[in-house]
């Protein structure tokens, strides 16, 4: 039972119940690959790329081509909230709580869901007939580093026009779809970063001055998503995210669902409940490239 609703009670001037600064639900949600998964686990086979075979004789036998096959595994996750408003509450506020008890519990899943998606950006996934084989991320290839700069002398630096540069060029050389959606996921900081960087020409500053003010959600190719809740690693450099949409996937068991009723064992107080079933991984390491940025 929530300890602070005593505030709401009516004996001033409270006429309504205010949601304090958060973010509001999900907000990559919508840039993955989402899939319904109605088991525990579920497996997402994948193909890999073969060669043909150049005809160098008449009546040749018919090469045959192995075409390796591979999976990835998602297990759902279950998450709920709940809170409860006494029914002596209730009669003391002159509105229902009940409805932004039950918007808050909503946009608490929703983050908890971002929060799952950016864990498996890059952490490891699972592989093979029966997910038994751990898949890390590829630091080697589909990192780049804090201190990255295309030319001259490096130092640590928040994210630059060079950094998406080489996203791009990996993403690129890694024959990431061009028609398959590519996005970048920072914080407010990493959106500022680039108004500073020396190396902007004067149309890249007019884009990034209109993707600052919000005027577009778009640069070099990728659209932008803010959320202030992106990892940072154990050297506290923040894992901005450059991924096309097809590599990373979001498995929902049980969408977000809010019941809303008396409580019998709690002399009829009011219990919120929201409730949902989720997982996510990483589809392909080729298609999702970290960006290390200094704060």
């Not at 709940?82 to 409805?99: K, V």
């Not at 007939?129 to 990255?148: E, H, P, R």
């Not at 590599?247 to 049980?254: D, I, P, T």
Request: aromatic share 8%; charged share 25%.
């Amino acid at each position: 039972m929530s300890v602070n609703i005593t505030t709401a009670f009516v004996n001033q001037y409270r006429a309504n119940v205010e949601h304090l600064l958060q973010q509001k639900g999900s907000r990559l949600r919508n840039i993955v690959r989402t899939e319904t998964q109605n088991a525990e686990f579920e497996y997402y086979d994948r193909i890999g790329s073969v060669d043909a075979v150049e005809v160098t004789s008449r009546h040749s036998d018919t090469p045959l081509i192995s075409t390796p096959h591979d999976r990835r595994q998602v297990s759902l996750r279950d998450f709920d909230w709940a809170d409860m408003i006494d029914r002596t509450d209730r009669i003391r506020l002159l509105i229902d709580p009940s409805s932004p008890y039950a918007q808050n519990a909503a946009w608490a899943l929703g983050r908890k869901m971002d929060d799952v998606i950016i864990d498996a950006a890059f952490g490891t996934a699972y592989s093979g007939k029966t997910g038994s084989t751990s898949v890390a991320f590829d630091t080697s290839s589909s990192q780049i580093a804090v201190n990255y700069v295309e030319s001259g002398s490096a130092s640590n630096s928040g994210l630059t026009i060079g950094k998406l540069r080489r996203a791009k060029q990996l993403l690129d050389a890694n024959e990431t779809d061009p028609s398959d959606p590519r996005f970048c996921v920072v914080t407010a900081k990493q959106i500022n970063d680039l108004l500073q960087t020396t190396e902007v020409t004067s149309s890249d500053f007019n884009t990034v001055k209109a993707l600052v003010a919000g005027e577009v959600n778009s640069f070099m190719g990728f659209q932008f998503v803010r959320t202030e809740r992106v990892a940072t690693d154990s050297s506290s450099y923040r894992r901005v995210i450059a991924f096309a949409k097809s590599g990373l996937l979001l498995a929902v068991g049980a969408d977000v669902n809010v019941d809303i009723g008396p409580r019998r064992d709690k002399r009829n107080s009011t219990q919120v409940y929201c409730s949902a079933s989720f997982g996510a991984t990483r589809m392909e390491e080729g298609k999702v490239i970290e960006i290390k940025c200094a704060e």
